[in-house]
């Protein structure tokens, strides 16, 4: 899963991280409002197996 949060946005770059989001690279003026282009960070956030998942797959093999 991948969030684009423009920096100055302080409360969802904290909400972001707060719900296991990793910051990554920063895209200079990837985002367009109106004709005005503004930079965001990437955020990214894999998402973890259930443990009995991964055991009865293991089993399986």
Request: proline share 2%; with cysteine.
């Amino acid at each position: 899963m991948e969030l684009h949060v423009e920096p100055r946005n302080e409360a969802s770059r904290r909400t972001a991280e707060t719900c296991g989001f990793v910051r990554g690279e920063l895209l200079r003026g990837w985002l367009r409002i109106g004709a005005e282009r503004r930079d965001v960070f990437v955020y990214t956030r894999i998402a973890q197996r259930k443990a009995e998942d991964v055991e009865l797959e293991s089993i399986t093999r």
